[in-house]
């Protein structure tokens, strides 16, 4: 197993804009990063929620979006080249070390395996994961015959696809399997869509052309055995209920934050947050730290400048558990050299 | 003023609501099970509730940006807001919102 293990200074789990400053943080005393996040993309809440919308409250910088806040952060922590792991889930934590002296060995959904003295938690609101529509008993159908994600189109070759939904995601797939499925056809509650132009008149041509449907309807139940899904019964108000025969639903709804599998971790874990001291940021594991949203303190605020400030307390403590054996020496960025060679800046 | 909140469970609840407050606040920090995620940013149509038809046509009229916001919600019909984009005014005293499916917390 050993044998593709990476071993680093800190994992950070969340690349939001918190996980990202603490990159920074630590880089500036020596200490190496590796971010895992479940998005494809670095940025958290600012990129996935509010890309677009302007940002007033980071000291010094009087507005800007959610995109440029994480583009800045990106920006700022490229003298400390740290690694990312996107599109994978941290899924499970264990200490090879002992408790004095841990030696964190997480895993990852996609089966990267990371080792490190120092885990910091940085998991904002949660994990990104899609949200599920509230259909009874739709349990049993999940991962069988109706999906929030496609994985490999492959595996939706010769299927008769239904997929529910009116943004980039439900449009780009609907393009791009419809080539592949047996059938496939859009059910969407209006019809009003806010997938790019481009794809929306791609996807109006297909109905046109009788290639596909297109229902303006709301999904009501599924029916099926044992997980087999057999029809989707939709409702409009012109309709009222009907069924639409199909073998897989995609549904396409957008994200949610859920905390998951940090739940596991063996944290304490007060209201889906992590308690922390107020000093380091640490848990009651040592050498795992949690900053952001994710923490709890009296008198915490869910603020991004809150937790930058976290991540620059917590670096102080991660590093002596990173280098046990060296004296920390504070200095200001403005001023040392040794700081401005790491930053790549001259002095 | 104060709302009438009809929770998942049927339950109606009167909370006294601050003028000038998003009617999604008012709910949430009266402890009531609603996610809102976004904090009201009418970024995560998390806060979904159904306006009793008595006030509907007393509320301001969606945004588009709500309007494709919805998108994301379940359950939706011509009741449907998302309660941070609705603002609590004094002739809004005694506003009926029922909290909708899917903007339960997780
Ligand atoms: C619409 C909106 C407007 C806001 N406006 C402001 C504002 O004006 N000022 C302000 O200070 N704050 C604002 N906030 C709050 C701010 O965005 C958050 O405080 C900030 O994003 C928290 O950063 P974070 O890095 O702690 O977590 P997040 O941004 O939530 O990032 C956490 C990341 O961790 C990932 N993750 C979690 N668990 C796992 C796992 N097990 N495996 C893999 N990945 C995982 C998630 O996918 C996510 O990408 C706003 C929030 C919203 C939604
Ligand atoms: S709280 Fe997110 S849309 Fe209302």
């Known amino acids: 197993m050993s044998d593709h293990v990476i071993s680093t200074d800190v994992i950070v789990v969340g690349a939001g804009p918190v996980g990202l400053f603490a990159v920074f943080e630590l880089g500036l005393l020596d200490m190496k990063c590796h971010l895992v996040d479940i998005l494809d993309k670095p940025g958290g809440q600012c990129a996935e929620l509010y890309p677009e919308k302007p940002i007033y409250d980071i000291p010094a910088i009087p507005a800007c979006t959610g995109q440029e806040l994480t583009d800045r952060l990106m920006d700022q922590i490229r003298p400390f080249d740290p690694t990312f792991h996107l599109h994978q889930m941290a899924e499970k934590l264990e200490n090879v070390g002992s408790e004095e002296a841990p030696r964190w060995r997480l895993t990852t959904s996609t089966g990267t395996v990371l080792e490190a003295p120092v885990l910091v938690i940085a998991a904002g609101g949660g994990s990104f994961v899609p949200k599920k529509p509230p259909i009874k008993d739709i349990e049993p159908f999940e991962g069988k015959s109706v999906f929030y994600a496609v994985r490999r189109m492959e595996d939706f070759r010769r299927k008769r696809i239904l997929i529910a939904g009116g943004g980039d995601s439900a449009l780009d797939w609907t393009i791009n399997l419809h080539p592949l499925a047996t059938s496939l056809a859009l059910v969407h509650r209006r019809d009003d869509f806010r997938a790019a132009p481009a794809s929306v008149n791609d996807m109006r041509r297909l109905v046109a052309d009788g290639k596909m449907d297109l229902h303006i309807a709301q999904i009501k139940g599924l029916k099926g055995h044992n997980g087999n899904l057999e029809a989707v019964t939709l409702h409009s108000k012109e309709k009222g209920e009907h069924d639409i025969e199909c073998d897989t639903l995609l549904a396409f709804y957008g994200l949610t934050m859920k905390l998951g599998p940090v739940a596991e971790f063996g944290l304490n874990i007060h209201e889906n947050l992590i308690p922390v001291d107020t000093e380091k940021f640490e848990t009651n594991q040592k050498g795992i730290f949690a900053i952001g949203d994710i923490n709890y303190y009296p008198g915490k605020l869910k603020l991004i400048l809150s937790g930058f400030h976290e991540g620059a307390l917590m670096a102080q403590q991660a590093f002596r558990y990173v280098f046990p054996d060296r004296k920390l020496r504070f200095q200001y960025t403005t001023s040392s050299t040794s700081l401005h060679d790491k930053l790549g800046v001259a002095g | ?106």
């Open chain 2, 1 to 106: 003023m104060h709302l009438l909140v009809r929770d998942q469970s049927g339950q109606v609840h009167e909370l006294e609501a601050p003028e000038g407050w998003r009617v999604m606040e008012v709910i949430r920090d009266y402890g009531l099970p609603i996610k809102a995620e976004c904090g009201g940013a009418c970024a995560c149509a998390t806060c979904h509730v159904y306006v009793d038809d008595a006030w509907r046509d007393k509320l301001v009229a969606p945004s588009e940006e709500e309007i494709e916001m919805l998108d994301g919600a379940f359950e939706i019909d011509e009741r449907s807001r998302l309660s941070c984009q609705i603002l609590t005014r004094e002739d809004l005293d005694g506003l009926l919102v029922t909290l909708a499916p899917g903007s339960e917390p997780a």
